[in-house]
């Protein structure tokens, strides 16, 4: 049973260039949430999703960020017109009944924007 | 706002010995709490849990305590060992309500000495 995938691990975008940022969950988890982690900061929740809704995105900046969780594929954490600021580790967890108790993570993405 | 708040930055303990990590929240509403460890380039992997109707949990090495009056829960690792060096996030959550998303503190850096 594969955990949660995560792809790529690493990526390296311009300013002004959009990063796409993909996670599969577990096999059989409905319940996908984005958090990122800045360097020296501790994880900071982004977005809960379930298949096609989007549940909570509090924790989501307002312009250039987007999270979808279609039907079919994969969750996919969307940046657009990248800045430094953005650089960071972006880790996606799943869950199998969204119900607060643990989340399974994946390995993260390494945002690097030059 | 910090809900989740981990005070100390890093401890370092000796192989053998106990380590404690310590945890502090402001929200008196979590009713679920988790620790997780994470590895350099790697994702947060759960370590164990629990929930607000209990005072502690135990599992192997591993012991969490929880003092609701307080608003303080920590971690127990006896004996300690070089495997054991990483960074440890404190988690909380709301097992009731209907947003299951986890709350994390900035992590604690754990170094065993051999």
């Known amino acids: 049973n594969a955990g949660v995938m995560q792809n790529p691990r690493h990526l390296v975008r311009r300013r002004g260039q959009e990063a796409r940022l993909r996670c599969s969950p577990m096999k059989g988890h409905s319940h996908v949430y984005w958090y990122r982690q800045l360097p020296e900061e501790g994880l900071k929740f982004m977005v809960y999703l379930q298949k096609e809704n989007i549940i909570d995105e509090s924790g989501m900046p307002k312009e250039r960020f987007s999270a979808e969780f279609p039907k079919e594929g994969p969750s996919i954490l969307r940046i657009q017109q990248v800045v430094r600021g953005d650089s960071a580790a972006y880790f996606c967890?799943?869950?199998?009944?969204?119900?607060?108790?643990?989340?399974?993570f994946g390995s993260g993405t390494q945002l690097s924007v030059l | 706002d910090q809900q989740v708040k981990q005070n100390s930055p890093s401890l370092s303990v000796q192989e053998g010995r106990i380590s404690i990590l310590n945890c502090d929240y402001t929200?008196?509403?979590?009713?679920?709490f988790l620790w997780y460890k994470k590895y350099p380039a790697e994702g947060p992997t759960f370590l164990i849990s629990?929930?607000?109707?209990?005072d502690k949990n135990e599992d192997g090495r591993f012991t969490v305590f929880l003092n609701k009056s307080a608003k303080h829960l920590s971690l127990h690792i006896v004996p300690s060992q070089p495997g054991d060096s990483a960074v440890y996030f404190c988690?909380?959550?709301?097992?009731?309500?209907?947003?299951?998303?986890?709350?994390f503190g900035k992590g604690i850096t754990l170094s065993v000495r051999p």
């Open positions: 988690a909380a959550s709301f097992l009731t309500g209907a947003n299951s998303k986890l709350t």
């Open positions: 967890a799943s869950s199998p009944l969204g119900t607060g108790e643990k989340l399974f």
């Open positions: 929200n008196s509403m979590f009713d679920y």
């Open positions: 629990i929930s607000s109707i209990k």
